[in-house]
């Protein structure tokens, strides 16, 4: 039985039963069945063949960088040293600072522009083969080595193009000028040469490149801008020498003018639309006389929209080529597999025909599911970015709380404001984790958004559009009575308490009928249970939605007062107001630049006119009217005072300041010899 059965089989032609390994080949893959109307390049991405620009990464690093040195170098001689050994060659070189992060004042575009360029080089060299463009070709063991050492190299590299504005030298602003220049061109030459790349996408790499070009061609632009005004003479020396002088001229101004009082009948009368209005434009961002967002904040808001555009368009191409590939290389043998599954729906699905209405099905269901991810990227990007203008918004309110003294307006138990090592180390993470915030936060929206938009659209629109019952609305059809009982017994608990265990007052209302109230509360105990199983279900998709949403707001915590500290981002954001409250208030600012003013000699010459603050005005001449002198001396006490009184961490200095006999307007003038 066995050798006939085998010599059966042997004897039977394998043509009748079995197709040839071509047959095979083309039958179940799908590449080979597509469709004549797509082009197989645009299908294809790994059919581009490589390209080598004319000016390569490995050349273009090997020129620029020994240039990039060569500057820091030269505009070290620029600067002098301020402690070790002034001196020896008379102070010079001294450590070449990239920005003044502290201050108001200052080229914030541009600190802003190179930290973009530096954080999209970084999305370009966590992706790629070769991150540091010096070594090219590396293994696979030695990439990671490789990856660590460019997260150094790449802020080395980029460094003069911030530095050259710190120095604010005629010099410094021609290199700056070469340096971006330089930059400029090569970047766009090297994408106008190779546009197409088969990495991910083919217009990927160019893509990702364009926050970089945008951020160059800036600072083309500006650097040449600055030249110009050094030329012209437009720069004030006295901001040269105090920086951020004229932003704290402006915040006493805006903080001693006298505002008009608001009555409260406006908000009595505010009708709802208003209150719409006002609630959608606390989520803009607009700029107030008197009040200049500080530049660590700009950085990160700047780096966050940044990861925004990067992580959004790495989503786009990484999946949407994709499902266009698997949609356009559907075949008619995988529609049978699907409809066998019962995925698909079919007239007769135990006896295929001619699956043409299946095939379009399957197509539409990926059309569909190439639209709910697109809409959910969208979604995503929007909402994120408009938590990120609500952060600024945040910022600047929690900041003037806090220079007002309004410490509990912000956090809720009693901060010293002054600085602390964690304090030190979380404000120069600020920007960093805002950035990477912004990043997590935009991949956990776009997965709960599309897994909800893809269970919207197959569990309710696809279902009403083709007449058939999807299986939620098989299960709401089997089980509605017990949806109608859980529906009638909320109903009833309401009615019941609203009617008949309240008792209602002028002035209060109190419970009443009590045993009623204890038997429907022992007989609704499973009922409510099940209700609360419902209101758990809805309580997980409401916090899944709000703390995805608001997780790259780090002025707000996701988790409850009694244990926010351990909410990392927050905490961060905590510390970093405490460093820019305790050394960059403006009043404080302004109030030290009044003590350490010196007096000026007598005559046109030595007077001026930015010496005088609105609201804080001292005497500097000799022979002035001693009423006028003490009159002027009695406000400048009085300001003293009410600086004091709204910044209580300053009263620890005032030993130190009260030791100067020229402080707070005591001595006016200057003293004879």
């Not at 530095?163 to 602003?173: E, F, L």
């Not at 970047?187 to 160059?216: F, G």
């Not at 266009?324 to 008619?332: P, S």
Request: net charge positive; proline share 6%; charged share 15%.
């Amino acid at each position: 039985m066995a050798a006939n059965s085998s010599g059966g089989m042997q004897d039977a032609p394998l043509d009748s039963s079995f197709a040839s390994t071509d047959d095979l080949a083309s039958d179940w893959y799908i590449y080979e069945t597509m469709e004549p109307a797509v082009p197989q390049d645009d299908m294809f991405p790994s059919v581009i063949p490589d390209c080598d620009p004319t000016i390569s990464p490995r050349l273009y690093h090997i020129c620029m960088a020994p240039i990039s040195l060569a500057v820091l170098l030269g505009l070290s001689l620029l600067v002098k040293r301020r402690r070790l050994h002034q001196s020896c060659w008379n102070g010079v070189p001294g450590l070449l600072s990239p920005a003044n992060f502290l201050e108001e004042e200052g080229n914030r575009g541009l600190v802003a522009a190179v930290f973009g360029i530096l954080f999209s080089s970084l999305c370009v060299l966590v992706l790629d083969t070769d991150p540091l463009p010096l070594i090219t070709h590396s293994s696979q063991s030695t990439r990671e080595y490789w990856k660590i050492l460019a997260l150094l190299y790449y802020p080395a590299f980029y460094y003069p193009l911030m530095a050259c504005a710190t120095i604010r030298h005629r010099a410094s602003y021609l290199m700056g000028c070469l340096l971006s220049w330089c930059h400029c061109v090569v970047h766009i030459w090297q994408k106008v040469d190779c546009p197409q790349s088969p990495k991910i996408y083919r217009y990927y790499s160019t893509l990702s490149y364009i926050p970089i070009i945008l951020c160059l061609v800036f600072l083309s632009l500006w650097y040449p801008a600055l030249l110009i005004k050094s030329f012209t003479g437009q720069e004030e020396t006295l901001d040269k020498e105090v920086p951020g002088r004229g932003y704290y001229k402006q915040y006493l101004k805006a903080v001693l003018s006298k505002r008009p009082q608001k009555g409260s009948s406006a908000k009595l009368e505010e009708s709802l639309l208003s209150r719409v209005q006002t609630y959608l434009r606390s989520y803009i961002y607009a700029p107030e006389e008197g009040f200049r967002i500080p530049l660590k904040l700009v950085l990160s808001i700047t780096t966050a929209m940044i990861a925004v555009y990067q992580v959004a368009l790495l989503l786009l191409v990484a999946v949407i080529p994709t499902i266009q590939i698997i949609r356009a290389g559907m075949t008619k043998d995988i529609v049978v597999l699907l409809v066998q599954f019962g995925l698909v729906p079919s007239e007769s699905p135990a006896a295929p025909g001619d699956m043409e209405k299946e095939l379009r099905t399957v197509k539409y269901y990926l059309w569909s599911l190439e639209v709910c991810y697109i809409c959910s990227l969208v979604l995503c990007c929007l909402l994120t970015c408009a938590m990120l203008l609500r952060t600024l918004v945040m910022h600047r309110s929690n900041l003037k709380a806090l220079y007002q003294g309004a410490v509990l307006d912000v956090f809720y138990k009693a901060h010293i404001l002054r600085p602390s090592r964690q304090a030190v180390v979380c404000w120069m993470s600020f920007a960093s984790f805002q950035t990477a915030f912004a990043c997590l936060g935009l991949l956990i929206q776009q997965v709960i958004f599309f897994i909800c938009s893809v269970g919207f659209t197959f569990l309710f629109i696809i279902p009403l559009q083709s007449g058939t019952n999807s299986y939620l609305f098989r299960i709401i059809q089997n089980m509605w009575p017990f949806w109608l009982t859980l529906v009638v017994a909320v109903i009833a608990q309401n009615l019941a308490a609203h009617y008949q265990f309240l008792e209602q007052h002028p002035l209060r209302k109190e419970l009443t009928n009590r045993r009623a109230l204890y038997i429907a509360t022992y007989l609704l105990f499973p009922i409510n249970v099940l209700v609360g199983v419902l209101a758990g279900l809805w309580r997980m998709l409401i916090s899944g939605l709000y703390n995805s949403i608001h997780f790259c707001q780090l002025d707000i915590s996701l988790l409850n007062r009694g244990v926010e500290t351990f909410d990392p981002g927050y905490h961060t954001y905590c510390h970093y107001l405490k460093i820019e409250v305790s050394q960059s208030h403006p009043v404080m600012k302004a109030f030290c630049l009044l003590l350490l003013q010196l007096a000026r000699p007598e005559g046109p010459s030595g007077l001026q006119p930015s010496n005088v603050e609105e609201g804080i005005q001292l005497m500097q001449h000799k022979q002035a009217p001693p009423s006028r002198a003490r009159f002027k001396q009695s406000r400048a006490r009085w300001w003293l005072a009410y600086t004091l009184l709204n910044n209580p961490s300053l009263t620890a200095c005032r030993k130190t300041a009260l030791c100067d006999p020229t402080a707070n307007g005591t001595q006016l003038s200057t003293p004879e010899p």
